[in-house]
């Protein structure tokens, strides 16, 4: 048990510096560029694509490695049993009478 | 347009400290957002533009990193199983109506009273809208039980879920049937305190909570889903005029993702009246805040007359409040993480809480 626990730790700390690494070599990218890339990316028009991509790629890169550094550091979250809200939904109308093919004359 | 607009933009340099306090406040709006679902905006902004970057950038920029923090958080809430998605998009589709009619308000100031009406206007708002919503919640967060048990449904969304006025919308996670007429006014509010004051969540998620009858957790939770579409809606606007400084989004959006998914993760932790305990507190001081900054506007519309050196004195500490209530928030979501933290271990000699897995949301 505990060396699987380890196991999944080691694992951890592995996808951790994988994607701190990613993360990193992102930044890197833009700074060492930013004189070149900051006005490039703020010409406008179809340009706006630029800025908008880099935020959803460093999200991806930057998102996994803040989720796995915070498990790493024993952050997670805990699933507490649902607290159930007094019933508030009213219930629904019953339902109408289907109307009939045949007439009861 | 494209030329004008580079022309126009003036790039700040960057110094180590300017980076510092960007990363700062990006981490503590990000952990306030993961957690009541918005905030740091109203302390980013100011804050870039007292840094010397333009007032349209600093909106910009701040936006182009707002949308993708959004976006991870409400990705990190729904796999707690706290987001209504159906509800982000009703409201997120109402909210958007909001934030054109909150520009043509915001327009028509602007021309027939200049910038210091429009400013004035922007900070009545803050002021008025803070300290009714804000002292609500605020009231209602220390007068709730804490002792973890559901909140129970307000009197007004009881009443409101009673009137069947087609069409009626179910929303499934939130276990809410309510007519789409109800829902709608909350999300146009939510859109037009967005364009005026920037934190549309600070409508958004207190009219989840009284007029829909959502949840604490679960409206802060999906505020996240129209932060992102409203967020991703502004970006594309700003970016397309060419005003987003890659470098400060980046900047803030290193600090604001950690924050996020640490918010988000201390919602697990604590009891539901948290949320809006924070919301409540982080509001009533923010309320204060702008209320310092009024007197400036008055004397640009020559109403009142204030020598300089008070004003500047207002101006920093008016600032000064806005960070306090930023920090305040960040302390107490971070105590109630500590202790609800302590009380699952406690209780892990018992019944264990069980993890959940790290595997299942490995992506984000």
Same mark, same amino acid.
């Given at each position: ?15 951790? &510096? ?40 460093? @999200?991806?890169?930057? !998102? ?42 | &347009? ?45 804050? &870039?533009? @007292? ?19 959004? &976006?991870? /958080? ?17 409201? %997120? ?7 054109? %009619? ?44 804490? +002792?973890?048990? $559901? ?10 879920? !009673? ?10 996670? =939130?276990?809410?049937?309510? @007519? ?8 146009? $509010? ?22 829909? /009858?959502?949840?604490?957790?679960? @409206? ?21 005029? /060419?005003?987003? +400084? ?33 919301? !409540?507190?982080?509001? *009533?001081?923010? $309320?204060?805040?702008?209320?310092? =900054? ?33 920090? *305040? ?14 009380? $699952? ?20």
């Amino acid at each position: 048990m505990a060396a699987r626990s380890e196991e999944k730790r080691k694992k951890l700390v592995l996808k951790t &510096m994988l994607y701190g690494t990613i993360t990193a070599i992102l930044y890197a990218a833009v700074f060492s560029h930013a004189d070149m890339i900051t006005p490039y990316f703020a010409q406008g028009g179809y340009y706006a694509a630029l800025p908008i991509a880099t935020v959803f790629i460093f @999200s991806f890169a930057h !998102g996994a490695f803040a989720h796995n550094l915070w498990s790493t550091l024993g952050i997670e979250a805990v699933t507490k049993p649902a607290t159930a809200r007094s019933r508030t939904t009213v219930p629904r109308p019953a339902e109408r009478p289907r109307p009939r093919l045949r007439v009861n004359a | &347009m494209h030329d004008t607009a580079v022309e126009a933009v003036k790039f700040i340099d960057l110094t180590w400290m300017n980076i510092a306090f960007l990363f700062t406040v990006g981490f503590i709006g990000g952990l306030v957002s993961g957690f009541i679902g918005s905030g740091g905006a109203f302390v980013l902004t100011p804050g &870039m533009m @007292s840094l010397g970057v333009p007032a349209a950038v600093a909106v910009a920029s701040n936006m182009c990193h707002k949308f993708p923090k959004a &976006m991870v /958080g409400a990705y990190k809430r729904y796999k707690y199983g706290q987001v209504d998605i159906k509800l982000g998009l009703v409201m %997120a589709a109402s909210a958007t109506v909001g934030v054109q %009619a909150g520009i043509k308000i915001q327009e028509m100031i602007l021309t027939r009273w200049g910038e210091a009406g429009s400013n004035l206007y922007v900070s009545v708002s803050f002021v008025a809208v803070l300290l009714i919503v804000g002292g609500y919640v605020f009231y209602d967060a220390w007068t709730a039980k804490g +002792d973890g048990s $559901a909140d129970p449904v307000g009197a007004l969304a009881k009443k409101l879920q !009673g009137i069947n006025l087609p069409p009626m919308i179910h929303f499934k996670t =939130a276990n809410v049937r309510i @007519s789409l007429w109800f829902t709608i006014p909350v999300g146009f $509010a939510t859109g037009m305190l967005a364009a005026t004051i920037a934190v549309g969540g600070f409508i958004g998620v207190p009219g989840m909570i009284y007029v829909v /009858g959502v949840g604490g957790l679960m @409206s802060s939770a999906t505020e996240l889903v129209i932060a992102f579409l409203m967020g991703l809606g502004g970006t594309v606007k700003w970016a397309m005029h /060419g005003m987003v +400084d890659i470098r400060l989004t980046l900047i803030i959006l290193a600090g604001s993702l950690l924050g996020v998914q640490l918010g988000a993760i201390g919602t697990t932790y604590v009891k539901e009246h948290m949320i809006k305990v924070v919301m !409540g507190t982080i509001m *009533v001081i923010v $309320a204060v805040s702008r209320a310092l =900054a009024v007197p400036e506007y008055l004397v640009q519309l020559k109403v009142i007359s204030v020598t300089p050196q008070v004003l500047s004195i207002l101006s920093i500490v008016s600032f000064l409040t806005m960070c306090f209530a930023l920090g *305040v928030g960040a302390v107490i979501i971070l105590g109630a993480m500590i202790k609800g933290k302590r009380a $699952a271990e406690q209780a892990a000699y018992g019944t264990a809480p069980a993890r959940v897995s790290s595997e299942s949301y490995e992506h984000v």
